[in-house]
C-alpha cells in the first residue's frame, strides 16, 4: 500500500478556494467540467480526485496541477497546455529518477510507488494522482510535465 502523502490535503485547500471564488453552484460547477457534482462535494471534502478529474479542475481554472497540489516550484507555465498527454509520464519519470540517482526499487521499497505498476507505465497508462504527487514530492519534479502539460 502506498503511503500517502501529506501535502494531498493542500488540494482540497487550494481546490475550495477556486471553487468559492467562482460563485457556482456545486451541480453547475460540475456540468461546466463535465463530472458528476457528488464528486465536487467529496473532493471539497478531502476525498482525493482521480486523475481525469483534477485535469478537468486544473484546466477550468487555468491553473497548473503543480500549483493546486502546492508544489514549491520554479518551473516556468508560459506554455501550460490543457488536457494531458500519456506518452509523457513515463520517460520524464525515468528522467527524474536518473536525475535523483536512484530506482523505481528503492521508491517501491520507501512505499512511494509500487513494484508491479512500473511495466503498465511502461505501456502508457498513469499513475494514480496521489502516487503522482508522491513522485514528484520526492523526486522534485513537476506532475504538469510529467503529464505532457508544459
Not at 458528476?36 to 482521480?50: K, M, W
Not at 503543480?66 to 500519456?86: A, W
Amino acid at each position: 500500500m502506498i503511503a500517502l502523502n501529506k501535502n494531498l490535503n493542500v488540494f482540497t485547500e487550494n481546490f475550495t478556494d477556486l471553487f468559492v471564488r467562482t460563485g457556482l453552484t456545486k451541480h453547475k460547477f460540475a456540468e461546466l467540467i463535465g463530472i458528476d457534482h457528488c464528486l465536487i462535494a467529496d473532493y471539497l471534502n478531502g476525498t482525493i480526485p482521480l486523475l481525469r478529474n483534477v485535469i478537468k479542475i486544473c484546466d477550468y481554472f487555468n491553473c497548473s496541477v503543480d500549483f493546486i497540489v502546492g508544489l514549491p516550484t520554479d518551473f516556468s507555465y508560459t506554455n501550460l497546455q490543457k488536457g494531458y498527454k500519456k506518452d509523457c509520464f513515463f520517460n520524464e519519470y525515468q528522467k527524474l529518477l536518473k536525475d535523483n540517482n536512484t530506482t523505481h526499487y528503492f521508491l517501491a521499497k520507501n512505499k512511494i510507488v509500487t513494484a508491479t505498476k512500473l511495466s503498465l507505465w511502461k505501456q502508457g497508462r498513469l499513475p494514480q494522482f496521489e502516487v503522482m504527487v508522491a513522485i514528484a514530492y520526492e523526486l522534485g519534479g513537476s506532475i504538469d510535465k510529467m503529464l505532457g502539460r508544459i
